[in-house]
Every structure is written in C-alpha cells, then in structure tokens.
C-alpha cells in the first residue's frame, strides 16, 4: 500500500481535479501509459481530489499496444472536454509514432488543445507527435536514445539533449525511453503536491525520485549488453566498473587472453564500436554522473573517471556533448 507522508496539501484547493490527458494509439508502448499513470493514480490516492486521469485515442475504441496487451476505458479525443491541465503522449515502435504523427485528425486536436493546456508533454518516442504539431520548436527536448539522431532530424529548431531522462523547458515537457515516463512523472507530481508525495510514491514504486545519471550511461551500457555473443560479456562489466584502469587495447587483450589485433578486431565485431570508443562513453558516463551527484572539483571528476585531466575532460564534454562541465552540471545536478 502507497506510504502516506506526514503532511498532504489540501485538495480544496483544486476543485475541479487537474484533468491529466494520455493520448494514446494503436502499437503504443505500455509502460508509457501504465508508468505514468500509476504515478499519478497514486497522486490521486493520496490527495484525493487532485487529478482527474483519462486516456485517449482518436476514435476511442481498445487501444492494441505493440505488447499482446489491449488496453480498454480508452475515450475518443472529441470526448475530451473542459479545462485540460496536462496532455500527455505516449510513445511506441517505428510505425506507431509514424501513423500518430502523420494523422491529420490527431496533430491538428493536440495543436489545438496545446494551446490551453497548463502542461503538454511526451513519453519516449511520444516527442515525434508533439514536434509534428509544432510544439518542439526552440525548446530543450530529450526522446528515446535510440531516436535522438532521427529527432535531430525531422525537428531541427529543437535543442535536443540526448543524456536527459526527462526535460521540462517552460510548458513543454519530454522524457527518455519508455521507463523515464515514470520519472517525469514523479517530477510533475512533486512541481504540483510537493517533494513529501513524490517521495512516498517513489518508495512505494522502489524508485529513485531522481534516478543518477543520465540516459547516456545506459545507452553505452545496453549497446554493449545487446552484442549477439557474450564473449566479452564478463569484461564489459569490469570495464564499466574500472574506468581508471588501464584500458588500453594491449591491457584488455592481455585481460581478454587474446592478442591486441584479434582482440581489436573481434570487439568490433560483437560490440559494434571500436575499444578506443567504448572506452570514451564509459569515461564519459562516468563523469556525467560525478557532475550530476557529487559536488566535486573538475579535476577530481577527471580522474575518477578516467579521463585525467581536467583539460582532456574539457575537451571531451565539447566534442561529445556540446557542453564544458560546468554548463552539463548545471544543467542535470540534483536540485538544479
């Protein structure tokens, strides 16, 4: 059962409930209605009053999700009425967000109602919806890391941030792959009930309330995961580990008990980057999360990470980022 805090603001205050909208459609990702929405039903739980949930599709009928799960109580969009305080989209595969973002019915209603509307936002791939109905443009925005070059893209005047797990900028708001709909989630609750609600939901969800590190690390970490062989399956993990270790190709091809070639050519070939590159992400993963939690020195960050020097990790945030340090850390430290 949802932990009650100690203290619950009054739910007198919002009457009506705030209507939060999902859109939803045929071949979305579940987990980007169910997450959030367990989020804000547990809101709803322990404020009464406070939120009003419906989900919508374009005609409402059953929504077919891209898992063998159907999902019903789906209401039509021209069934919406009254104020709505968030519009929420989901995400889902390839040609899902494709037919969503290319409806004529769908892009002109969430044009329309955006308008109004205190909040509107996305779920994972959900962004391509939102950037089709104009509503990307000139704000930071972050979707699915497999999907930041393609949104890049199709939205252009988009300051897309592709380690952010969510990003709120104004009234638009956006999330990272799939379970990072959660995390917006709890950051919506927590800007409209306060720090002790969203805490108690995290807990009861065994959540983090401000998951460490960004969508980059995982991003590395599953590439490396998804490699059709687990030849090196063993030292991924150590590598991810020791990042101030020698990590050189000569080191982890005597670590791999192969020779330096082999082992290059092979790494390529399972993993699908090169040592030297892998290397770089982990590095660079691990400083990102030192910037995000700690509230160390540059330098110190470097070395911890491996990458040295507070010079080489100047350079390395630029070329891969488009950010010093200092900018990423004020960007996604906790509490910034």
């Keep these: 059962m949802t932990e009650k805090p100690d203290f619950l603001p009054s739910a007198s205050r919002r009457n009506p409930p705030r209507q939060i909208v999902f859109i939803a459609f045929d071949g979305a990702e579940p987990l980007d209605l169910t997450g959030p929405i367990g989020v804000f039903s547990r809101a709803e739980e322990q404020v009464p009053g406070t939120y009003d949930i419906r989900v919508a599709s374009i005609d409402g009928a059953p929504i077919k999700t891209r898992s063998p799960l159907t999902l019903g109580g789906i209401e039509p969009l021209s069934g919406i009425a009254g104020n709505i305080d968030t519009l929420l989209v989901a995400g889902g595969n390839e040609q899902a967000v ?65 380690d952010a797990i969510y990003r709120i900028d104004g009234r638009i708001c956006t999330s990272a792959g799939v379970t990072a709909g959660i995390d917006l989630a709890l950051a919506l609750v927590k800007g409209d009930l306060g720090h002790a609600v969203a805490a108690a939901i995290a807990r009861d969800l065994v959540l983090f309330l401000h998951r460490p590190g960004g969508q980059r690390q995982f991003s ?93 990790m100047h350079r390395v945030f630029r070329q891969e980022l488009g950010l010093t340090p200092s900018e990423y850390r004020s960007r996604f430290a906790a509490g910034s």
């Design 220 to 312: 590395s970490t599953l590439e490396a995961q998804a490699a059709e062989s687990d030849l090196f399956s063993e030292l991924l993990v150590w590598m991810l580990e020791h990042p101030q270790a020698d990590l050189s190709v000569p080191a982890l091809a005597d670590r791999a008990a192969m020779s330096p070639r082999n082992f290059a050519r092979r790494f390529l070939q399972e993993v699908g980057k090169t040592p030297a590159r892998h290397v770089l992400q982990i590095r660079l993963d691990h400083a990102c999360r030192h910037l995000e939690k700690t509230a160390w020195t540059i330098d110190r960050v470097a070395e911890r990470s491996g990458l040295k020097t507070a010079d080489t």
């Design 98 to 162: 494709r037919r969503a973002a290319t409806d004529p019915t769908l892009v002109a209603w969430l044009a329309t109602h955006a308008k109004s509307a205190r909040r509107v936002g996305s779920i994972c791939t959900g962004a391509f919806v939102l950037g089709a109905a104009g509503l990307l443009d000139g704000r930071a925005v972050t979707t699915h890391w497999a999907a930041i070059s393609a949104l890049k893209e199709y939205f252009p005047q988009a300051q897309v941030e592709p």
